[in-house]
Nanobody
Framework: VQLQASGGGLVQAGGSLRLSCAAS????????MAWFRQAPGKEREFVAA????????IYTGSVKGRFTISRDNAKTTVFLQMDSLKPEDTAVYYC???????????????WGQGTQVTVSS
């Protein structure tokens, strides 16, 4: 499956952004979807994931209550609504697809190209 992420940009602390990730090439609803991020000098970290059918979602602790992951299987797109953004949310955000639920980054077979999110203080 091919993934195309978009929606990043520069925003002030406390602001919001909505990331999108459009999928093509394979049956989107077969895959669990996730967002990861990588800040300069740091390892890639898990942000959020949503299951392929029921829509169960999980989040890393630092974004709980601020970020919301969702998906539209008809439009083969996954979203990440990011509210109350903080400077420490600055990173390149990647979407990814896997047929394994809640696996590590290595379990994700398909990755988007990344979109830059910069939060100024």
């Amino acid at each position: 499956v091919q993934l195309q992420a978009s929606g990043g940009g520069l925003v002030q602390a406390g602001g919001s952004l909505r990331l999108s990730c459009a999928a093509s090439g394979r049956t989107f609803s077969n895959y669990h979807m996730a967002w990861f991020r990588q800040a300069p000098g740091k390892e890639r970290e898990f942000v959020a994931a949503i299951s392929r059918n029921v829509g169960v979602s999980i989040y890393t602790g630092s974004v709980k209550g601020r970020f919301t992951i969702s998906r539209d299987n008809a439009k083969t797109t996954v979203f990440l609504q990011m509210d109350s953004l903080k400077p420490e949310d600055t990173a390149v955000y990647y979407c990814a697809a896997s047929d394994i639920w809640n696996g590590p980054a290595g379990a994700y077979d398909y990755w988007g190209q990344g979109t830059q999110v910069t939060v100024s203080s």
